[in-house]
């Protein structure tokens, strides 16, 4: 389909790196745009023995055909956006749109100063949420303010629409998860914007009648960073036992951890308008299913939760991954509608 959004459903965390720079490898899209926050949220990508940390580059990367964009509603900060470049050997496909905010030190500083964020609602430090408030306030300097991005610098949405009107393949990469809106989600532990589908398509200048498909991406396994309710959390001995603790990718704290929410991805799956549905970390629930690649070789009892998931939800699990690296993964997209 010539566009295709793909979201968190929890609250981060929930392998957007993964089933994104796997579908690049897997329908080689035309442009891969990133909406969402900013530099506040990491999405790794394991490819070919190499580890990939990134918080600015979509996670399509890695096929070297990809033109890689960041849309206007993302904030931007410049020398995390010229690292990647850089580390990703991408200068020549990487762009981001001339009207992104820019994120300076004294944002790092204001965020990491403010005893709310830092403590209270336990925020990443990395300047986002005072960045926001001086791009709603009109002080903050955009994209186009910054020589050092000059020659970076375009206008997404018209490449974005132009491609998809062409019939090109787009991916659009949304960041944290559906229950960190500022709008739906777990108020005040949240992010400092909506970062459900509607708005990521917004943040790249996509209208919703251009959208084919919808992902929604669940990890097998419920977990959050930050304060903030986590329903059935798990205390840490008993996350370390199970294999469910994690550290983050932006802040390396402690990931919390808790079961499978079944009423918060049929909420998820109502505010995203998902299609469909990634499941990651299969293999770490049912270790049985590490590395399978076909649907007919997994475990019954792993099969059995996949299809209370379906159930629950009412759309069909389309991707299930069973590994850590980009290629571990079962994708049924082609096959049929529903697994059972």
Request: proline share 4%; aromatic share 6%.
């Amino acid at each position: 389909m010539p566009c295709t959004v793909i979201v968190g459903g929890f609250f981060g965390d929930e392998g957007k790196g993964k089933i994104v720079s796997y579908l690049a490898l897997k329908d080689c899209p035309h442009i891969a745009t990133r909406g969402g926050v900013g530099t506040n949220a990491g999405h790794t990508v394991i490819y070919q023995k190499k580890l990939f940390k990134m918080r600015m580059l979509p996670s399509a990367f890695i096929y070297e055909k990809t033109r890689l964009l960041i849309g206007p509603g993302v904030l931007v900060n410049p020398s995390i956006f010229l690292e990647e470049v850089k580390i990703t050997a991408t200068g020549s496909r990487a762009a981001l749109d001339f009207q992104c905010a820019i994120i300076d030190e004294q944002h790092i500083l204001r965020e990491r100063a403010n005893q709310h964020l830092s403590k209270t609602v336990q925020t990443t430090g990395s300047g986002c949420g005072p960045c926001m408030e001086d791009h709603v306030k009109r002080v903050a300097k955009i994209a186009r303010d910054a020589p050092e991005l000059g020659k970076y610098l375009t206008d997404v949405s018209l490449e974005a629409n132009t491609a998809i009107d062409e019939g090109k393949l787009v991916l659009v990469e949304g960041t944290q998860g559906t229950f960190l809106s500022l709008y739906h989600g777990t108020y005040p532990y949240v992010t400092c914007k909506d970062v459900t589908a509607s708005s990521i398509c917004a943040d790249v200048g996509i209208g919703p009648t251009r959208v084919d498909d919808v992902i929604v991406i669940f990890k097998a396994y419920t977990t959050r960073v930050g304060g903030g309710l986590l329903t059935g959390e798990l205390p840490e001995e008993e996350a370390n036992q199970r294999g469910w603790s994690e550290i983050a990718t932006v802040t390396h704290r402690r990931r919390r951890a808790a079961p499978f929410n079944f009423d918060l991805a049929k909420r998820a799956v109502i505010l995203n308008g998902a299609t469909q549905v990634a499941l990651t970390k299969l293999d770490v629930l049912y270790p049985e299913c590490r590395g399978i690649k076909t649907i007919d070789k997994l475990s019954k009892p792993s099969l059995e939760f996949i299809k209370g998931i379906e159930e629950k939800i009412k759309i069909p699990v389309t991707l299930i991954g069973t590994g850590p690296t980009v290629t571990e993964i079962i994708d049924l997209r082609n096959s049929h509608s529903s697994l059972f």
